[in-house]
Protein backbone atom coordinates (compact mmCIF):
# COMPACT_ATOMS: atom_id res chain seq x y z
CA UNK A 1 0.00 0.00 0.00
CA UNK A 2 2.76 2.60 0.63
CA UNK A 3 4.65 1.50 -2.01
CA UNK A 4 1.66 1.89 -4.06
CA UNK A 5 1.04 5.26 -2.69
CA UNK A 6 4.94 6.61 -2.86
CA UNK A 7 4.58 5.80 -6.60
CA UNK A 8 1.09 7.90 -6.99
CA UNK A 9 2.94 10.81 -5.27
CA UNK A 10 6.16 11.08 -6.71
CA UNK A 11 8.11 13.91 -7.50
CA UNK A 12 6.40 14.73 -11.13
CA UNK A 13 3.18 14.38 -9.22
CA UNK A 14 4.29 16.87 -5.84
CA UNK A 15 5.74 19.51 -8.28
CA UNK A 16 2.40 19.94 -10.28
CA UNK A 17 0.65 20.17 -6.87
CA UNK A 18 3.22 22.84 -6.32
CA UNK A 19 2.70 24.78 -9.58
CA UNK A 20 -1.54 24.59 -8.90
CA UNK A 21 -0.77 25.59 -5.16
CA UNK A 22 1.56 28.55 -6.46
CA UNK A 23 -1.00 29.10 -9.15
CA UNK A 24 -4.00 29.58 -6.58
CA UNK A 25 -2.24 31.72 -4.00
CA UNK A 26 -1.07 34.42 -6.29
CA UNK A 27 -4.42 34.91 -8.31
CA UNK A 28 -6.23 36.98 -5.23
CA UNK A 29 -3.34 39.07 -5.28
CA UNK A 30 -3.22 39.53 -9.12
CA UNK A 31 -7.44 39.89 -9.34
CA UNK A 32 -10.33 40.67 -7.37
CA UNK A 33 -11.83 37.69 -7.02
CA UNK A 34 -15.69 36.81 -5.54
CA UNK A 35 -15.25 35.80 -1.89
CA UNK A 36 -17.01 32.13 -2.81
CA UNK A 37 -14.39 31.36 -5.03
CA UNK A 38 -11.44 32.71 -2.85
CA UNK A 39 -12.55 30.61 -0.44
CA UNK A 40 -12.70 28.01 -2.76
CA UNK A 41 -9.17 28.46 -3.51
CA UNK A 42 -7.92 28.15 -0.22
CA UNK A 43 -9.70 24.83 0.64
CA UNK A 44 -7.94 23.79 -2.30
CA UNK A 45 -4.88 24.66 -1.56
CA UNK A 46 -5.28 23.42 2.15
CA UNK A 47 -5.91 19.72 0.35
CA UNK A 48 -2.70 20.51 -1.57
CA UNK A 49 -0.88 20.82 1.96
CA UNK A 50 -2.74 17.43 2.77
CA UNK A 51 -1.51 15.59 -0.02
CA UNK A 52 2.26 17.18 1.04
CA UNK A 53 1.87 16.13 4.43
CA UNK A 54 0.54 12.56 3.04
CA UNK A 55 3.94 12.39 0.97
CA UNK A 56 6.19 13.08 3.66
CA UNK A 57 4.67 10.45 6.26
CA UNK A 58 4.41 7.74 3.37
CA UNK A 59 8.51 8.83 2.31
CA UNK A 60 9.65 9.08 5.91
CA UNK A 61 7.64 5.27 6.19
CA UNK A 62 9.42 3.50 3.50
CA UNK A 63 13.15 5.50 4.21
CA UNK A 64 15.36 3.38 5.82
CA UNK A 65 17.66 6.32 7.34
CA UNK A 66 15.35 8.28 9.02
CA UNK A 67 17.72 11.09 10.27
CA UNK A 68 18.98 11.33 6.44
CA UNK A 69 15.55 11.95 4.99
CA UNK A 70 14.77 13.97 7.52
CA UNK A 71 18.02 16.19 6.85
CA UNK A 72 17.79 15.82 3.32
CA UNK A 73 17.41 19.43 1.84
CA UNK A 74 14.34 18.91 -0.21
CA UNK A 75 12.71 16.71 2.61
CA UNK A 76 13.50 20.13 4.94
CA UNK A 77 11.54 22.18 2.51
CA UNK A 78 8.63 19.54 2.27
CA UNK A 79 8.44 20.26 6.41
CA UNK A 80 8.13 24.04 6.47
CA UNK A 81 5.84 23.82 3.49
CA UNK A 82 3.46 21.61 5.59
CA UNK A 83 4.15 23.33 9.35
CA UNK A 84 4.14 26.89 8.36
CA UNK A 85 0.48 26.98 7.39
CA UNK A 86 -0.42 24.82 10.52
CA UNK A 87 1.57 27.37 12.90
CA UNK A 88 -1.27 30.14 11.79
CA UNK A 89 -3.76 28.07 13.17
CA UNK A 90 -2.08 28.02 16.59
CA UNK A 91 -4.20 29.43 19.38
CA UNK A 92 -1.20 30.79 20.98
CA UNK A 93 -1.46 33.36 17.96
CA UNK A 94 -2.05 37.03 18.21
CA UNK A 95 -5.36 38.25 16.88
CA UNK A 96 -2.35 40.96 15.63
CA UNK A 97 -0.65 37.89 13.14
CA UNK A 98 -3.81 36.79 11.54
CA UNK A 99 -5.11 40.50 10.49
CA UNK A 100 -5.64 40.72 6.75
CA UNK A 101 -2.22 42.38 5.78
CA UNK A 102 -0.16 39.99 7.90
CA UNK A 103 -2.41 36.43 7.10
CA UNK A 104 -1.49 38.03 2.96
CA UNK A 105 2.10 38.46 4.06
CA UNK A 106 1.74 34.51 5.47
CA UNK A 107 -0.30 33.40 2.62
CA UNK A 108 2.49 35.24 0.05
CA UNK A 109 5.63 33.23 1.91
CA UNK A 110 3.80 30.42 1.61
CA UNK A 111 3.20 31.16 -1.91
CA UNK A 112 7.25 31.17 -2.28
CA UNK A 113 8.06 28.21 -0.31
CA UNK A 114 6.53 26.68 -3.48
CA UNK A 115 8.49 27.63 -6.39
CA UNK A 116 11.71 25.62 -5.41
CA UNK A 117 9.22 22.89 -5.33
CA UNK A 118 8.28 23.50 -8.56
CA UNK A 119 11.42 23.35 -10.23
CA UNK A 120 12.41 20.33 -8.42
CA UNK A 121 9.39 18.46 -9.86
CA UNK A 122 10.29 19.44 -13.36
CA UNK A 123 13.45 17.92 -13.22
CA UNK A 124 14.73 14.45 -14.46
CA UNK A 125 15.02 11.99 -11.70
CA UNK A 126 18.87 11.02 -11.31
CA UNK A 127 20.75 8.41 -12.49
CA UNK A 128 22.19 5.82 -10.54
CA UNK A 129 25.78 6.85 -8.50
CA UNK A 130 28.50 5.42 -10.39
CA UNK A 131 30.52 3.16 -8.13
CA UNK A 132 32.89 4.96 -6.18
CA UNK A 133 36.38 4.46 -6.81
CA UNK A 134 38.61 2.58 -4.26
CA UNK A 135 39.85 3.94 -1.18
CA UNK A 136 41.83 2.98 1.89
CA UNK A 137 44.08 0.55 2.20
CA UNK A 138 44.41 -2.19 -0.07
CA UNK A 139 43.43 -5.56 0.81
CA UNK A 140 45.86 -8.54 0.30
CA UNK A 141 45.53 -12.27 1.37
CA UNK A 142 47.48 -15.37 0.83
CA UNK A 143 46.38 -18.86 0.60
CA UNK A 144 49.18 -21.62 -0.25
CA UNK A 145 48.12 -24.94 -0.99
CA UNK A 146 46.89 -27.34 1.66
CA UNK A 147 45.42 -24.28 3.53
CA UNK A 148 42.08 -24.36 4.33
CA UNK A 149 41.88 -20.83 4.80
CA UNK A 150 43.77 -17.28 3.80
CA UNK A 151 45.56 -15.53 5.85
CA UNK A 152 46.01 -11.73 5.93
CA UNK A 153 48.92 -9.81 4.58
CA UNK A 154 49.93 -6.41 3.42
CA UNK A 155 51.29 -4.61 0.53
CA UNK A 156 54.71 -5.13 1.31
CA UNK A 157 54.68 -8.95 1.24
CA UNK A 158 52.75 -8.57 -2.17
CA UNK A 159 55.31 -6.43 -3.77
CA UNK A 160 58.30 -8.91 -2.11
CA UNK A 161 56.85 -11.95 -3.92
CA UNK A 162 55.99 -10.53 -6.86
CA UNK A 163 59.92 -10.13 -7.46
CA UNK A 164 60.57 -13.64 -5.98
CA UNK A 165 57.53 -15.87 -7.24
CA UNK A 166 56.74 -18.39 -4.27
CA UNK A 167 53.90 -21.32 -4.94
CA UNK A 168 50.93 -19.17 -3.50
CA UNK A 169 47.78 -17.42 -4.68
CA UNK A 170 48.21 -13.70 -3.66
CA UNK A 171 44.95 -11.84 -3.85
CA UNK A 172 44.97 -7.92 -3.41
CA UNK A 173 41.48 -6.36 -3.82
CA UNK A 174 40.38 -2.10 -3.03
CA UNK A 175 43.24 -1.48 -5.33
CA UNK A 176 43.80 2.32 -6.51
CA UNK A 177 44.99 3.30 -9.70
CA UNK A 178 48.50 4.11 -8.17
CA UNK A 179 48.68 0.65 -6.27
CA UNK A 180 48.04 -1.02 -9.82
CA UNK A 181 50.93 0.87 -11.64
CA UNK A 182 53.62 -0.54 -8.52
CA UNK A 183 52.68 -3.74 -9.14
CA UNK A 184 52.70 -3.33 -12.84
CA UNK A 185 56.66 -2.52 -12.33
CA UNK A 186 57.11 -5.06 -9.53
CA UNK A 187 56.16 -7.98 -12.21
CA UNK A 188 57.72 -6.31 -15.16
CA UNK A 189 53.95 -6.37 -17.18
CA UNK A 190 53.15 -3.85 -19.24
CA UNK A 191 50.69 -1.02 -17.52
CA UNK A 192 48.16 -0.62 -20.24
CA UNK A 193 47.27 -4.45 -19.92
CA UNK A 194 46.29 -3.50 -16.20
CA UNK A 195 44.52 -0.55 -16.89
CA UNK A 196 42.48 -2.25 -19.94
CA UNK A 197 41.66 -5.63 -17.68
CA UNK A 198 40.32 -3.76 -14.49
CA UNK A 199 38.21 -1.38 -15.89
CA UNK A 200 34.11 -2.48 -15.08
CA UNK A 201 33.87 -2.92 -19.11
CA UNK A 202 36.27 -5.05 -19.43
CA UNK A 203 35.29 -8.95 -21.16
CA UNK A 204 36.89 -12.47 -20.51
CA UNK A 205 39.99 -13.06 -22.33
CA UNK A 206 43.12 -14.79 -22.39
CA UNK A 207 46.64 -13.25 -23.17
CA UNK A 208 49.44 -15.15 -23.36
CA UNK A 209 53.46 -13.22 -21.66
CA UNK A 210 56.57 -14.10 -21.08
CA UNK A 211 56.75 -14.75 -17.92
CA UNK A 212 52.79 -14.57 -16.62
CA UNK A 213 49.39 -15.34 -18.49
CA UNK A 214 46.86 -12.84 -18.08
CA UNK A 215 43.33 -14.15 -17.69
CA UNK A 216 40.86 -11.65 -17.33
CA UNK A 217 37.03 -12.35 -16.02
CA UNK A 218 34.03 -10.29 -15.27
CA UNK A 219 32.79 -10.97 -12.11
CA UNK A 220 28.59 -10.02 -11.12
CA UNK A 221 28.70 -7.77 -8.39
CA UNK A 222 26.78 -9.86 -5.42
CA UNK A 223 23.42 -7.84 -4.82
CA UNK A 224 23.78 -5.82 -7.84
CA UNK A 225 23.10 -6.96 -10.92
CA UNK A 226 23.87 -3.92 -13.07
CA UNK A 227 27.72 -3.54 -11.70
CA UNK A 228 30.35 -6.56 -12.52
CA UNK A 229 33.82 -6.42 -10.91
CA UNK A 230 36.69 -6.89 -13.15
CA UNK A 231 39.23 -9.57 -12.30
CA UNK A 232 42.65 -10.30 -13.36
CA UNK A 233 44.11 -13.48 -12.60
CA UNK A 234 48.19 -13.41 -13.29
CA UNK A 235 48.90 -17.32 -13.80
CA UNK A 236 51.89 -19.51 -14.24
CA UNK A 237 51.98 -23.16 -13.58
CA UNK A 238 53.15 -23.10 -9.62
CA UNK A 239 51.76 -19.15 -8.61
CA UNK A 240 48.65 -16.84 -9.04
CA UNK A 241 47.96 -13.05 -8.30
CA UNK A 242 44.33 -11.72 -8.48
CA UNK A 243 43.78 -7.82 -8.83
CA UNK A 244 40.74 -6.49 -8.21
CA UNK A 245 39.90 -2.69 -8.33
CA UNK A 246 36.85 -3.04 -5.75
CA UNK A 247 36.73 -5.20 -2.55
CA UNK A 248 36.24 -8.73 -3.48
CA UNK A 249 36.49 -11.85 -1.71
CA UNK A 250 37.75 -14.81 -3.79
CA UNK A 251 40.03 -16.85 -2.05
CA UNK A 252 38.93 -20.57 -1.24
CA UNK A 253 40.51 -23.63 -1.19
CA UNK A 254 39.37 -24.82 -4.61
CA UNK A 255 37.91 -27.87 -6.07
CA UNK A 256 39.31 -28.54 -8.76
CA UNK A 257 41.33 -32.19 -9.20
CA UNK A 258 44.39 -32.52 -7.07
CA UNK A 259 45.99 -33.97 -10.36
CA UNK A 260 45.93 -29.78 -11.88
CA UNK A 261 48.76 -27.95 -10.60
CA UNK A 262 48.23 -24.88 -8.59
CA UNK A 263 47.63 -22.22 -10.77
CA UNK A 264 45.54 -23.62 -13.07
CA UNK A 265 43.73 -24.81 -10.12
CA UNK A 266 43.21 -21.80 -9.01
CA UNK A 267 41.85 -20.07 -12.20
CA UNK A 268 39.90 -22.61 -12.68
CA UNK A 269 38.18 -22.26 -9.17
CA UNK A 270 37.76 -18.57 -10.08
CA UNK A 271 36.06 -19.18 -13.60
CA UNK A 272 33.60 -21.48 -11.77
CA UNK A 273 33.06 -18.54 -9.26
CA UNK A 274 31.92 -16.60 -12.26
CA UNK A 275 29.63 -19.16 -13.75
CA UNK A 276 28.16 -20.03 -10.28
CA UNK A 277 27.84 -15.92 -10.03
CA UNK A 278 26.10 -16.08 -13.58
CA UNK A 279 23.76 -18.70 -12.47
CA UNK A 280 22.43 -17.40 -9.59
CA UNK A 281 21.94 -13.49 -11.46
CA UNK A 282 20.13 -15.71 -14.50
CA UNK A 283 17.63 -16.86 -11.56
CA UNK A 284 17.54 -13.42 -10.18
CA UNK A 285 16.49 -11.90 -13.84
CA UNK A 286 14.31 -14.47 -14.10
CA UNK A 287 12.21 -14.03 -11.23
CA UNK A 288 12.31 -9.87 -12.08
CA UNK A 289 10.57 -10.90 -15.77
CA UNK A 290 8.05 -13.39 -14.47
CA UNK A 291 7.24 -10.59 -11.70
CA UNK A 292 7.02 -7.51 -15.12
CA UNK A 293 4.82 -10.10 -17.28
CA UNK A 294 2.06 -10.26 -14.29
CA UNK A 295 2.41 -6.40 -14.84
CA UNK A 296 -1.62 -5.57 -15.83
CA UNK A 297 -1.32 -4.63 -19.64
CA UNK A 298 -2.32 -0.77 -18.58
CA UNK A 299 0.62 -0.12 -15.82
CA UNK A 300 2.20 3.11 -16.38
CA UNK A 301 4.20 3.10 -19.13
CA UNK A 302 7.10 5.03 -17.54
CA UNK A 303 7.43 2.31 -14.65
CA UNK A 304 7.12 -0.50 -17.27
CA UNK A 305 9.25 0.54 -19.79
CA UNK A 306 12.12 1.55 -16.90
CA UNK A 307 12.25 -2.21 -15.37
CA UNK A 308 12.61 -3.53 -19.22
CA UNK A 309 15.05 -1.90 -20.18
CA UNK A 310 16.78 -1.70 -17.12
CA UNK A 311 16.16 -5.66 -17.66
CA UNK A 312 17.59 -6.17 -20.89
CA UNK A 313 20.67 -3.66 -20.42
CA UNK A 314 21.45 -6.13 -17.84
CA UNK A 315 21.08 -9.81 -19.73
CA UNK A 316 22.80 -8.07 -22.72
CA UNK A 317 26.01 -7.37 -20.55
CA UNK A 318 25.55 -11.10 -19.18
CA UNK A 319 25.10 -12.20 -22.46
CA UNK A 320 28.15 -10.90 -24.20
CA UNK A 321 30.75 -11.71 -21.01
CA UNK A 322 28.94 -15.40 -20.94
CA UNK A 323 29.56 -15.88 -24.89
CA UNK A 324 33.19 -14.87 -24.20
CA UNK A 325 33.56 -17.34 -21.46
CA UNK A 326 32.06 -20.15 -23.34
CA UNK A 327 34.73 -19.51 -26.43
CA UNK A 328 37.44 -18.96 -24.61
CA UNK A 329 37.02 -22.13 -22.51
CA UNK A 330 35.79 -24.25 -25.36
CA UNK A 331 39.18 -22.95 -26.79
CA UNK A 332 41.18 -24.05 -23.84
CA UNK A 333 39.29 -27.56 -23.67
CA UNK A 334 40.71 -27.78 -27.92
CA UNK A 335 43.87 -26.79 -27.18
CA UNK A 336 43.79 -23.61 -29.14
CA UNK A 337 44.70 -21.57 -25.94
CA UNK A 338 46.99 -22.24 -23.83
CA UNK A 339 47.03 -21.91 -19.94
CA UNK A 340 50.14 -22.61 -18.21
CA UNK A 341 50.13 -26.21 -16.22
CA UNK A 342 46.72 -27.31 -18.05
CA UNK A 343 47.75 -30.47 -20.15
CA UNK A 344 45.92 -32.37 -22.45
CA UNK A 345 44.78 -35.16 -19.65
CA UNK A 346 43.24 -32.19 -18.04
CA UNK A 347 40.76 -31.16 -20.22
CA UNK A 348 38.50 -32.56 -19.34
CA UNK A 349 37.22 -30.45 -16.21
CA UNK A 350 37.37 -26.81 -18.76
CA UNK A 351 35.46 -29.04 -21.09
CA UNK A 352 32.54 -29.41 -18.71
CA UNK A 353 33.29 -25.51 -17.32
CA UNK A 354 32.33 -24.89 -20.62
CA UNK A 355 29.23 -26.96 -21.37
CA UNK A 356 28.01 -25.05 -18.12
CA UNK A 357 28.73 -21.93 -19.54
CA UNK A 358 27.31 -22.58 -23.20
CA UNK A 359 24.02 -23.89 -21.25
CA UNK A 360 24.00 -20.11 -19.17
CA UNK A 361 24.38 -18.37 -22.42
CA UNK A 362 21.52 -19.93 -23.73
CA UNK A 363 19.46 -19.18 -20.86
CA UNK A 364 20.38 -15.38 -21.05
CA UNK A 365 19.89 -15.39 -24.34
CA UNK A 366 16.13 -16.71 -24.05
CA UNK A 367 15.26 -14.62 -21.19
CA UNK A 368 16.45 -11.16 -23.06
CA UNK A 369 14.29 -12.72 -25.98
CA UNK A 370 11.42 -13.12 -24.18
CA UNK A 371 12.12 -8.91 -22.43
CA UNK A 372 12.25 -7.84 -26.26
CA UNK A 373 9.30 -9.56 -26.72
CA UNK A 374 7.25 -8.71 -23.94
CA UNK A 375 8.68 -4.92 -25.05
CA UNK A 376 6.90 -5.39 -28.25
CA UNK A 377 4.06 -6.53 -27.13
CA UNK A 378 3.12 -3.24 -24.87
CA UNK A 379 4.56 -0.94 -27.86
CA UNK A 380 1.97 -2.42 -29.74
CA UNK A 381 -0.64 -2.25 -27.17
CA UNK A 382 0.54 1.73 -26.54
CA UNK A 383 0.52 1.83 -30.60
CA UNK A 384 -2.91 0.80 -30.08
CA UNK A 385 -4.41 2.78 -27.40
CA UNK A 386 -3.02 5.66 -29.19
CA UNK A 387 -4.52 4.85 -32.02
CA UNK A 388 -7.90 4.21 -30.85
CA UNK A 389 -7.88 7.80 -28.77
CA UNK A 390 -6.69 9.81 -32.12
CA UNK A 391 -9.54 7.81 -34.56
CA UNK A 392 -12.08 9.09 -31.49
CA UNK A 393 -10.74 12.48 -32.08
CA UNK A 394 -11.07 12.20 -35.96
CA UNK A 395 -14.61 11.18 -35.54
CA UNK A 396 -15.37 14.17 -33.14
CA UNK A 397 -13.76 16.01 -35.24
CA UNK A 398 -15.50 15.33 -38.68
CA UNK A 399 -18.55 15.25 -36.50
CA UNK A 400 -18.21 18.62 -35.38
CA UNK A 401 -16.80 20.01 -38.39
CA UNK A 402 -20.08 19.68 -40.03
CA UNK A 403 -22.30 22.11 -37.81
CA UNK A 404 -19.09 24.67 -37.98
CA UNK A 405 -19.14 24.85 -41.82
CA UNK A 406 -22.84 25.55 -42.14
CA UNK A 407 -22.58 27.60 -39.13
CA UNK A 408 -20.03 29.79 -41.19
CA UNK A 409 -22.68 29.74 -44.41
CA UNK A 410 -25.54 30.26 -42.94
CA UNK A 411 -24.20 32.78 -39.84
CA UNK A 412 -25.99 33.33 -36.66
CA UNK A 413 -28.87 35.31 -37.74
CA UNK A 414 -31.35 33.86 -40.58
CA UNK A 415 -34.00 36.78 -40.64
CA UNK A 416 -32.16 38.34 -43.40
CA UNK A 417 -30.43 35.65 -45.41
CA UNK A 418 -31.01 34.68 -48.83
CA UNK A 419 -31.93 31.11 -48.39
CA UNK A 420 -35.76 30.43 -47.51
CA UNK A 421 -34.99 28.54 -44.56
CA UNK A 422 -35.30 28.18 -40.81
CA UNK A 423 -33.51 27.55 -37.50
CA UNK A 424 -35.37 24.73 -37.03
CA UNK A 425 -34.57 23.20 -40.60
CA UNK A 426 -30.91 24.01 -40.59
CA UNK A 427 -30.57 22.13 -37.14
CA UNK A 428 -32.55 19.35 -38.28
CA UNK A 429 -29.90 18.68 -41.78
CA UNK A 430 -27.22 19.36 -39.68
CA UNK A 431 -28.60 16.63 -37.67
CA UNK A 432 -28.94 14.22 -39.73
CA UNK A 433 -25.66 14.93 -42.00
CA UNK A 434 -24.01 14.31 -38.43
CA UNK A 435 -26.04 10.66 -38.24
CA UNK A 436 -24.87 9.89 -41.45
CA UNK A 437 -21.36 10.43 -40.74
CA UNK A 438 -21.75 8.96 -37.49
CA UNK A 439 -23.92 5.85 -39.16
CA UNK A 440 -20.43 5.22 -42.22
CA UNK A 441 -17.93 5.47 -39.35
CA UNK A 442 -19.97 2.69 -37.77
CA UNK A 443 -20.60 0.43 -41.05
CA UNK A 444 -16.63 1.28 -41.39
CA UNK A 445 -16.17 -0.60 -37.99
CA UNK A 446 -14.42 2.58 -36.77
CA UNK A 447 -16.38 2.86 -33.83
CA UNK A 448 -16.69 0.00 -32.02
Avoid at 312 to 326: I, P, Q
Amino acid sequence: MLNRLSGVLNETVMGFLALAALSLGLSPFLFELPRGIEQGFDVAQWLIIGLFALEYAVSFALSTNWRKFVFDPWHILDAVIIVAPLLSLLPAVSESLRSTPALRILRLFRILLFVPRVSHGLERPAAPPPRPAASGKPRVTVLRPGDAAPRKSDWSELLQWAAAPTSDWLHASNLAPDRLMEVASALGVPRVMIEGALHESSYPRIESGASWTALTLSLPAAGDPIHRDPVLMLVTADDVLSLAPHPLDLQHLPVEPGALPWGPRCALHIIRLVLVRNEVLAGQLERTLRQIEALPMRESPESFFGQTFRLKRVLSTAKGDLWRLRGLLEMLADGRRLLPGLGPDQRESVAQLAEEADYLFETVDNLRESVLSLIELHLGIAAYQTNRFMRLVAIVSALALIPAVVGGLLGMNLGDAPWPVTLGQVAFGTLMLMLAVLYIFTAKGWIR
